[in-house]
């Protein structure tokens, strides 16, 4: 819940975010965005096959290294911060909202 409310707040559009929660692949963002989730996609769901080419796309699409490293570290921090609540079977409190 509180990533959506992250979402929200970094979009500052209620129907592009309803776009990218129904289907980011097709909610219309920009090739620089689709690149960044397409490799958090793929880094979240099969890590060890990332390769360079992975990383040199990202570059061509304009990130730098530091942008880079970002990326995986936020992808690395849900992974990780998600599996600890998963493996605890932490729920989402009633009072929070969107």
């Known amino acids: 819940m509180h990533h959506r409310r992250g979402l929200r707040r970094l979009l500052k559009d209620d129907e592009l975010l309803a776009s990218v929660e129904q289907d980011w692949t097709t909610a219309g963002l920009s090739p620089k965005r689709e690149s960044m989730l397409g490799f958090a996609?793929?880094?979240?769901?099969?890590?060890?096959?990332?390769?360079?080419?992975?990383?040199?796309?990202?570059?061509?699409?304009?990130?730098?290294?530091?942008d880079i490293l970002d990326i995986v570290e936020v992808v690395g921090y849900y992974a990780y911060a998600n599996r600890i609540a998963d493996g605890l079977g932490i729920e989402v409190e009633p009072w929070s909202s969107d």
């Not at 793929?42 to 290294?65: C, H, I, N």
């Open 41 to 66: 996609v793929k880094l979240t769901r099969a890590p060890g096959t990332v390769s360079d080419a992975d990383v040199e796309d990202l570059r061509s699409a304009g990130f730098s290294d530091r």
